[in-house]
């Protein structure tokens, strides 16, 4: 086989594993899409359950709100006596 021969066949092996690597992707991005497509939907219907009833705080805040609590009654869920800390 001739050089040019070789270059050819490089060539088109290149270009079959570019094929196949852009078809991994549109996969990936058509993948990305639909998960943005059914978080776009969540947020329509959390909004609209918010408008809805508005005196309804959304969950993610409610549940921040419980943490931070808890984190608040730290020294006293502890029975620390407030004083300094000796190790």
């Not at 060539?11 to 990305?32: G, L, R, V």
């Not at 909004?47 to 921040?64: A, C, G, R």
Request: proline share 5%; charged share 20%.
């Amino acid at each position: 086989m001739s050089e040019i021969e070789e270059v050819q066949e490089q060539m088109k092996a290149d270009m079959e594993a570019i094929k196949e690597q852009m078809t991994i992707m549109m996969k990936a991005m058509m993948s990305m899409r639909k998960m943005m497509e059914v978080n776009a939907a969540t947020v329509v219907v959390a909004s609209t359950i918010t408008e809805l009833d508005p005196t309804h705080p959304p969950s993610f805040n409610q549940v921040y709100h419980l943490a931070s609590d808890k984190v608040g009654q730290g020294s006293k869920a502890l029975g620390s006596t407030g004083g300094p800390h000796f190790v």
